[in-house]
């Protein structure tokens, strides 16, 4: 299905009065908030093709109906989002699970939709079906060299199938490691997956970046051979200029200062790419800023701020993604508060006094510090996100008009109650 740009202006005009009310006020309390908005039109966030169908857990999976079949219907999911929030222009495609059949085809459908190919994910974390060996015991790192062959080359065809739809990374996330104390030598594993990673880095076109993603644990328990930040940026260095780390909010030990992480790689220009979600415990992949905004907020201030001490382009300096899955919520539903959870901690970074800050932390006047990132984040910004939204087209209301729209239902009835997203 397709929402209509009649829909969208009706539904605005409707909610027009109490928007500009609301709009004009926080309008009158943030100083440069036309820099803001402008910023917030251009900032675009990836959705992953496996975030559209409801995922699961290793104890049970409950499908919300109408999920997307194909690559396709993702990409038509995807499409409804964009035209809602004006910010989801991009899809990232996890192979082999979203092989795109017709190039021609799907980079039409692309361009009918107002999508661009984000990175492109291998997975060795899986075997498929007709797989001659299997990852059980690791991919990159496994002890045996035909099974790292065979991971080598899966990633290489990752790469061909990004170059044919135009995109520009790729990133590599391993379930490398082990569960039981003696189960490898670290170090070889460690080398392994470094001789492996070089391969594919050879592979790589010259405009290409790959993202080394860490994890602390999980599917292995004991040891991971990508396991933190520090192993991330180790191999990422040893790789060289097209190599960088990834950083997945949900990827590490509870309570660790993502914030810090993120600092510290911009300042080494080794952060490639974000991966967005929130937890409580672990890799919980929940929607973003549902359990913890003010970290998040804390995230985007040293991404704003290391991004402008180097001059990146906040918009394209770096991979944006959001990789959640969808137990209890719609997966719709659920991407579009994770992309309204984005942009309001991304303009209330924008909004922070740095030279107030820098000038505070000069004088090491602890309160005045936390005054200005508190009074920041306690600043209600939804409704200078919502002018930005206005202004690029999209929906006063993003969720609203969904349900009112009845999206999902009429999902249903076109692709059925029982359907299985692929890869999930
Ligand atoms: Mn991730």
Known sequence: MQIENYQI?????????DHRRRFDFAASEVPGAEQIIEKLVKFQVAIPSWALGTGGTRFGRFSGGGEPRNLEEKMEDIGLLHKLNRSSGAISLHIPWDIPGNIASIKALAAQYELKFDAVNSNTFQDQPNQAHSYKFGSL??????IRKQAIEHNIEVIKHG?????????????????????????????????????????????????????????NFYSTTVGD?????????????????LVDLGHHLPN????????????????????????????????????????????????????????????????????????????LEDL????????????????????????????????????????????????????ARLRAGGAANPIKLYRDLKVREKLISGRGLKTVATGL
């Open 229 to 245: 930040w520090g192993q991330s940026l180790l191999f990422a260095n040893k790789l060289g200029p097209k190599a960088y780390t």
């Open 256 to 331: 660790a200062n993502i914030e810090q992480i993120v600092a510290l790689l911009l300042m080494e220009g080794k952060l490639g790419g974000f991966h967005f979600n929130d937890s409580k415990y672990g890799d919980d992949d929940l929607t973003t800023g549902s359990i913890k905004p003010y970290q998040l907020f804390l995230i985007f201030n040293e991404l704003v701020e290391g991004m402008d001490a180097r001059g990146m382009d906040h918009a394209t300096g770096l991979g944006w993604m959001i990789d959640a899955s969808h137990n209890v919520k719609d997966p």
């Open 163 to 219: 170059i044919d739809l135009g995109s520009d990374a790729l990133t590599v996330w391993l379930a490398d490691g082990s569960t039981f104390p003696g189960q490898l030598n670290m170090r070889k594993a460690f080398q392994n997956t470094l001789e492996s990673l070089q391969e594919i880095y050879e592979a790589l076109p010259d405009h290409w970046k790959v993202f080394v993603e860490y994890k602390a644990y999980e599917p």
């Open 336 to 387: 579009l508060q994770s992309v309204e959870a984005i942009m309001l901690a991304y303009a209330q970074a924008l909004l922070v006094d740095r030279k107030a800050l820098a000038e505070a932390q000069a004088e090491s006047d602890v309160v005045r510090c936390q005054e200005i990132l508190q009074g920041t984040f306690r600043t209600d910004l939804r409704a200078i996100v919502a002018e």
């Open 141 to 146: 790192q496994n002890v045996d060299k035909a």
């Open 9 to 17: 202006e009706e539904h605005n005009s409707q909610l027009q009065a």
